[in-house]
């Protein structure tokens, strides 16, 4: 049983183009959250849904767009695709706040190359 | 400054020798830290947390937290090779909104030498 899942693993574009990266997590936790590590293998956030509330929402280029459903979806939507989003992208989710430790658990991630 | 540090190493270990592992973080409202394993061309995973002052051990792994000075270390003992990874240092804070924002370093690299 895959607990944070992504699609698609591997996604390689042309500069310009549009994509969507797509999470489920089945551990029913109430928040997800997107992830973008560089080459140089530095992790940052960038947004957190809760309930399917915006929560966190990073200095981020207004080219991309987290969409949630319901609690157990998150998705990344990126438009006009530039070098400079070639990363690798990881949606974790983690279970209610109660007393502030609780774990975030990541996907996989999805590796993307922009040509 | 960035908000959690870490030396990038790589740190060399022979193998069966205690690797250590050290962070500072800026952020005073930070509540619990955590420590994450990441293999090359993997997802991060959880090797353990802590948010109290002092020591908390887990297995050959001990974690330790001095807020006074805004430190977090990891002890690996007994260090094998498929202990090789990256290490991420991060600082947990909750936010108003629910949920908690997770601040990484930037890692620490351990060769665990045969």
């Known amino acids: 049983d895959t607990a944070v899942s992504q699609t698609p693993k591997y996604l390689v574009t042309q500069m310009g183009n549009d994509k969507s990266i797509k999470c489920e997590q089945n551990?029913?936790?109430?928040?997800m959250y997107w992830y973008k590590q560089d080459s140089k293998k530095f992790l940052k956030i960038m947004f957190s849904?809760?309930?399917?509330?915006?929560?966190i929402n990073e200095t981020v280029p207004n080219r991309f767009s987290p969409k949630s459903p319901d609690k157990a979806h998150l998705n990344l939507h990126i438009n006009s695709l530039e070098l400079g989003d070639s990363a690798v992208y990881f949606c974790?989710?983690?279970?209610?706040?109660?007393?502030?430790?609780?774990?975030?658990?990541f996907g996989p991630g999805t590796r993307l190359l922009v040509l | 400054q960035k908000e959690v540090e870490q030396n990038s190493g790589p740190l060399s270990v022979p193998e069966g020798a205690i690797a250590s592992l050290n962070c500072t973080y800026s952020?005073?409202?930070?509540?619990?830290f955590f420590w994450y394993r990441q293999y090359s061309g993997k997802s991060p995973e959880l090797i353990m947390f802590?948010?109290?002052?002092g020591d908390k051990e887990d297995g050959r792994f001990t974690a330790q937290l001095n807020k006074a000075s805004q430190y977090v270390s990891l002890l690996i003992r007994d260090s094998q090779p498929s202990d090789s990874a990256t290490y991420l240092c991060?600082?947990?804070?909750?936010?108003?909104?629910?949920?908690?924002?997770?601040?990484f370093g930037t890692g620490t690299q351990l060769k665990v030498e045969l």
């Open positions: 952020d005073r409202g930070s509540q619990s």
């Open positions: 974790a989710s983690s279970p209610p706040r109660t007393g502030g430790q609780e774990t975030q658990y």
């Open positions: 551990l029913g936790h109430d928040t």
């Open positions: 991060a600082a947990q804070r909750g936010l108003t909104g629910g949920g908690n924002k997770l601040t």
């Open positions: 849904y809760n309930n399917k509330e915006l929560i």
């Open positions: 802590i948010y109290s002052n």
